[in-house]
């Protein structure tokens, strides 16, 4: 019932930045639900990027510095800005909701997006 799209993938030389949407829609959505942004590469396990929710955030280590993860203008609307990015990034990001705070296990998320492609060339 809750839809969650995700925009802003591409490819984009290492160094880049890209910006990923998550649009979230139907069902009811609570200010206090936690968003979070996981990553999957073919033949590897889903791998927690971001997560946001009650004002707080969380990192990965690999991207910590370099990711940010924020509302966006627009009402329902999760934001991940990623510079710096390198070669190791390349994966299938993923938006996700419906946890009670901020998590780092993909389990406690009750909605997911169907991903976005991010290529980062060498």
């Known amino acids: 019932q809750v839809q969650l799209v995700e925009s802003g993938g591409g490819l984009v030389q290492a160094g880049g930045s890209l910006r990923l949407s998550c649009a979230v829609s139907?069902?009811?959505?609570?200010?206090?639900?936690?968003a979070g942004w996981f990553r999957q590469a073919p033949g590897k396990e889903r791998e927690f990027v971001a997560a946001?929710?009650?004002?707080?955030?969380l990192y990965a280590d690999s991207v910590k510095g370099r990711f940010t993860i924020s509302t966006g203008y627009a009402r329902n609307t999760v934001v991940l800005q990623m510079n710096s990015l390198k070669p190791e990034d390349t994966a299938v990001y993923y938006c996700?909701?419906?946890?009670?705070?901020?998590?780092?296990?993909?389990?406690?998320?009750?909605?997911w997006g169907r991903g976005t492609q991010v290529t980062v060339s060498s």
């Open positions: 946001w929710g009650s004002g707080a955030s």
């Open positions: 139907g069902g009811t959505f609570s200010t206090h639900a936690a």
């Open positions: 996700a909701t419906g946890a009670d705070y901020p998590s780092r296990r993909y389990s406690d998320y009750n909605y």
